[in-house]
């Protein structure tokens, strides 16, 4: 079951909450409405990796608990704030740091933190936590993609 608030007229927010589930196409379709055609592929995969981790690691797969979505479009930023009913997590301090630096491609860095986190943090401009753990949000600052004129 899927619970849809779209945007009201003058304000920035929608909301989509659902059942935990892996079967998040029509979610994933609902959030991606807004976001350009060019970053779709990226941002999209972004997307599913955050709810799969919201649903799965922070809902156990219980379809008694929900994730909910907030999302915004606003000008070159689009907000999503994804929150779930587990009890939290914690990135380790080790992971942070490596993902913000330059060698990450190092298979070992991907293992120790994990594929999703990995993920996030490439497609994401903004990627935090609440204190809690539970309510991951993300922010990506859409540029327009162009192709560079070639000097003659």
Known sequence: M??????????????????????LCPVLDLLMADVPACW??????????????????G??????????????????????IISDQGSGFNPSPTCQCQIETPHLHDSHHVDECGRGLYILHQVFDEVRWNAKGNELSLCKVIKKRGRVASPA
């Open 40 to 57: 779709r592929d990226e941002v999209r995969l972004g997307l599913q990796e955050a709810l799969v981790n919201a649903s799965k690691h």
């Open 2 to 23: 899927i619970a849809i608030s779209l945007r009201p007229s003058g304000r920035k927010w929608g909301t989509v909450s659902f059942a935990s589930t892996l079967h």
């Open 59 to 80: 809902n156990d797969l219980d379809p008694g608990k929900t994730v909910l979505v907030r999302f915004s479009v606003v000008g070159d930023r689009c907000s999503w």
